[in-house]
Structures are given as structure tokens and as C-alpha cells.
């Protein structure tokens, strides 16, 4: 089956630490995406990348790192500089990056801060 | 700035009562508009894509309309199982993603 996958499920992190979320897909997609959903809230987009070893900066940017080293990957790092990372993280990956080509969703990280 | 605007942020329906969902935006040069299913601590569904004031597309109880100004998605006798959160999105001239905040369907049997 064709998809997206992202592990893990729930990650729970301690203050200081950096963790990496996973994100992989088997649909043949250039372009890969990272948002960030908080409650009361439209999902908002951390980073995107069109190409392997390409990726700009989305909205929310400060305190996150990503890379694309292959076409079925794009692990997102949040790092100890992000000051409120507790948030659901949700990956996706569309056929290019035209306006009009629909992303779709993996089925999500819930990363927690303790 | 591209905006979306999604009301109500919650609708109680009991099963069978038609309604429409509403989801107005503001974007410089609509190149979609989609709608999505998203279920509690799961990832977005798709639902659809909508490209041109005018155009209409169904799948099953769902039917989605688009203006110049809004969309509506529209559930023709719900069932329980259709309570999710919808939610809207629009893509313009700078190809990123605009999210509404989602609309709460709650469908009592």
C-alpha cells in the first residue's frame, strides 16, 4: 500500500533534549512537508523541501531542522531552542509543489515536553 | 495574506438532519482549494480538491462547492460516523498551504 508513515506515535521529550520525528513515504512525491497543529488552531507549516538536499523555511521555523538526503525521507529535528514544542506534528507529501497539487497526511506525531 | 475562515467551529446534527459547512477565504490567485476529514489524534484525510469558482464534486453523503469567495461542504443525511473535524485549505500564487482553524461535526444516532 502506498502512503506515509511517521514514527513514532507519541514521543515524549525532557527539557534541553533534541528529538527527531520520522517521516517516510512510498508515493513517489517530490515534495514533502512539516506542519505543527495545536488546538484552536489551523495547522501551520514548519518546513517543506521539493528536491532532495533542498528545503526552505516555512512559517515557524525557529528551533526545528530538517533534512532530505532521499526522495522517501524527510526526518524533522526539534531542538532545545524551540521554546513550546509540546504540539501534534504531521508530515506530508505531494506530486510536486504546484499551487493546485493536493498534500496528503501521514498520520502524525504527538511529541510532549515533561 | 491568504486567509480562511471556517464556521461554525462546531455543529451538533442529529443523524438524517442535513447542513452545510461554511469556508470563506481571501487568496491572491486560487490555485485549490481542499477540504480534509481529520479524526481525533489522527492525520487529515482527503477529501477534495476544488480549482475553479462553479465546480462541484460528491463523494458519498459529501458534496463540495466553490465560489470566488467560499466553499461549502455540504452532508446529506449524516450518520455518526461522519463526526470528525473538517477542515478547509487554500493554496494561491505562493503554492503554500492556508488552513482554517476546522469545523467540529458531532452526529447523534
Known amino acids: 500500500d502506498g502512503g506515509i508513515t511517521q514514527s513514532p506515535k507519541y514521543l515524549f521529550r525532557k527539557e534541553g533534549q533534541n528529538v527527531t520525528l520520522s517521516c517516510e513515504q512510498n508515493?513517489?512525491?517530490?515534495?514533502m512537508y512539516w506542519y505543527r497543529q495545536d488546538p484552536g488552531q489551523g495547522l501551520r507549516l514548519i518546513y517543506y523541501?521539493?528536491?532532495?538536499?533542498?528545503?526552505q523555511k516555512g512559517d515557524i521555523a525557529e528551533g526545528y531542522s530538517v533534512s532530505r538526503e532521499k526522495k522517501e525521507s524527510f526526518p524533522l529535528t526539534v531542538t532545545s531552542a524551540q521554546k513550546n514544542p509540546t504540539a501534534f506534528y504531521l508530515c506530508?507529501?505531494?506530486?510536486?509543489?504546484?499551487?493546485?497539487?493536493?498534500?496528503?497526511f501521514g498520520p502524525g506525531t504527538r511529541l510532549t515536553v515533561l | 495574506e491568504d486567509q480562511v475562515t471556517q464556521s461554525p467551529e462546531a455543529l451538533r446534527l442529529q443523524e438524517g438532519e442535513s447542513s452545510s459547512l461554511n469556508c470563506s477565504y481571501t487568496?491572491?490567485?486560487?490555485?485549490?482549494l481542499f477540504w480534509y476529514r481529520q479524526d481525533p489524534g489522527k492525520g487529515p484525510e482527503f477529501l477534495f480538491t476544488?480549482?475553479?469558482a462553479g465546480e462541484e464534486k460528491e463523494k458519498e453523503r459529501l458534496k463540495a462547492t466553490l465560489t470566488k469567495k467560499e466553499s461549502f461542504l455540504h452532508i446529506t443525511a449524516p450518520k455518526p460516523e461522519d463526526s470528525a473535524t473538517y477542515l478547509c485549505?487554500?493554496?494561491?500564487?505562493?503554492?503554500?498551504?492556508?488552513f482554517g482553524k476546522g469545523i467540529t461535526l458531532s452526529v447523534r444516532p
Open positions: 508515493l513517489n512525491h517530490d515534495a
Open positions: 476544488l480549482y475553479s
Open positions: 523541501s521539493q528536491i532532495v538536499n533542498d528545503f
Open positions: 487568496v491572491s490567485g486560487l490555485r485549490g
Open positions: 485549505a487554500v493554496s494561491g500564487a505562493n503554492s503554500k498551504l492556508t
Open positions: 506530508a507529501s505531494s506530486i510536486g509543489r504546484q499551487g493546485g497539487d493536493t498534500q496528503y
